[in-house]
């Protein structure tokens, strides 16, 4: 330690001691030039390298670093090395900023060059756009001593502590650059690699950053979109559990082809969402979509497609025709089809289809023995099977009826012989009768035949006496499904073959 002292106090006063004549004598070394300066990532500190001044008894080099102290920003020294053939030096200070720094040559006993060139280190930052899942670069371009330049930056990336490796380049004259679609909850890391024509390559501060941000859902399920009892459309969607996103807009498309438009915002955190949609026209196909808003409003994930099934019908003759469409876009499969009939009681399973069959025509002599109101009514479901997340729906159609088809049909002869053809008279009704009233008389007016059911039938007979061959008159009065009364008479012709 009093070594120490003794040098310095030594070196001082030789400096002393020849100030005066440094001031009339001492002839200043040329500079020496700054060729590079680059950062050691790992360790944040920054290497310079300079050529050595041309001038002779040279005894020292003086690092200067660009600073501000009381309030005054200029070169500063920060060290001096004692070695005549030193040519490069390591600052340790961590990198917080692009450091600017600059060299001078120094002869004993005060003699210093002019300050060399100024290189300044590459600082990198890295920032995280949750917005958009991005990672924005900037940093600072890098200006080498001339004639040497920047051909181009390398952007050198590390995941989770990985080596690093180039990921981009771009032009000299580029200070930016946009990381794509970077994984939730990694480290990234990046260093930019200044390429230089025949000269070293400059490395930056090394800038990490951890992608912490709102986790989207990964899935989101169109439940379905099915026609409720008050004749709208009621929809559930369900999200993946694991999200971090409790703000959507459900989104709706009426008629195909069309464009979807926002009919509401809803804020949940159930991982389930169910919503009807009082202003749908049940009577034409409406899509819908799911979509998760993170908290830059932006779209983040949207659901698959739901669309309500149209069931439409027309009558021709003795024949009811059914088309509908099927569901669109499940992520599943279509299960298969059931029609469901209500002919006065209530709803009832018809017949089960096929997932490809999307019509069906049924005969209406083959239901109007059941129906007992004034209209028949229908609708048809269908089931999702095999859904990716269990989630298999069931959605039902808009209903659709028909008034009863009240039709009555009398023959007007029949031959009771026994020979089981045409045996039995009978009027024929399209449906099913409120009240009944059959009374069937010969020529004399006496009674032969006389119900109240419409499933009974005249076997030709009066008691237990098989009447003649001749004509007889039949009166018969009907309150049908409606609420009308029907009353009718006519002739009907007993003959006997044998």
């Not at 299960?335 to 999307?358: K, P």
């Not at 023995?369 to 990716?388: H, L, Q, R």
Request: charged content about 20%; overall charge negative; proline content about 5%.
């Amino acid at each position: 330690m009093k070594i120490n002292r003794l040098y310095i106090i030594f070196i001082i006063s030789i400096l002393q001691a020849g100030y005066a004549i440094a001031q009339n004598s001492c002839e200043n070394p040329l500079p020496p030039r700054l060729n590079s300066v680059t950062v050691v990532p790992e360790s944040s500190s920054s290497v310079l390298n300079w050529s050595l001044s041309p001038s002779t008894g040279i005894d020292a080099y003086i690092i200067y670093f660009l600073d501000t102290r009381n309030g005054n920003t200029a070169f500063y020294a920060i060290d001096t090395l004692w070695n005549a053939s030193a040519v490069s030096y390591q600052d340790v200070r961590i990198q917080y900023r692009s450091f600017q720094y600059r060299v001078a040559a120094f002869r004993l006993p005060r003699c210093a060059s002019e300050l060399s060139n100024i290189l300044s280190t590459i600082f990198v930052t890295a920032e995280v756009d949750t917005c958009s899942r991005k990672i924005n670069l900037t940093w600072n371009g890098y200006d080498p001593p001339s004639p040497h330049t920047v051909l181009d930056y390398s952007v050198l990336l590390s995941v989770n502590g990985s080596n690093f490796t180039e990921t981009a380049r771009v032009p000299a004259e580029t200070n930016t650059y946009v990381f794509p679609d970077f994984i939730i909850d990694a480290d990234y890391c990046f260093e930019i690699k200044a390429n230089i024509d025949d000269q070293p390559y400059s490395l930056s501060n090394k800038a990490c950053i951890r992608t912490k941000m709102q986790k989207p859902p990964g899935w989101i399920n169109a439940d379905y979109a099915t026609v409720n009892e008050n004749g709208r459309i009621s929809l559930s969607f369900t999200w993946d559990p694991e999200s971090e996103i409790s703000r959507f807009r459900l989104e709706k498309s009426s008629g195909l082809p069309g464009s979807f438009r926002e009919i509401a915002q809803i804020s949940s955190n159930s991982g389930n969402l169910q919503y009807i949609d009082s202003e749908a026209d049940i009577s034409i196909i409406n899509l819908y979509r799911l979509t998760a808003l993170n908290n830059c409003n932006l779209a983040s994930t949207i659901s698959n497609t739901s669309s309500n099934i149209v069931l439409k019908h027309e009558i021709s003759d003795n024949e009811i025709k059914f088309a509908w469409n099927s569901c669109r876009k499940w992520l599943g499969r279509v299960a298969d089809f059931r029609l469901y009939i209500d002919q006065g009681n209530g709803y009832n399973l018809y017949t089960v289809l096929s997932n490809a069959d999307t019509s069906l025509t049924i005969r209406y002599s083959d239901i109007m023995d059941e129906i007992t109101g004034s209209k028949v009514c229908f609708y048809v479901s269908s089931s999702e099977a095999e859904n990716p997340y269990g989630i298999n729906s069931t959605v039902r159609s808009n209903e659709v009826c028909t008034g009863t088809i009240e039709r009555i049909t009398v023959p007007n002869l029949f031959t009771p012989d026994g020979d089981l053809v045409n045996d039995l008279f009978r009027p024929v009704l399209s449906f099913t009768p409120q009240s009944y009233h059959l009374v069937i008389s010969d020529r004399k007016g006496r009674v032969v035949f006389e119900t109240t059911s419409p499933e009974d039938s005249w076997d030709g007979t009066s008691g237990d006496t098989r009447v003649i061959q001749d004509v007889y008159i039949w009166i018969l009065k009907v309150r049908t499904p409606s609420g009308k009364d029907v009353s009718r008479t006519g002739t009907v012709t007993v003959y006997r073959n044998r």
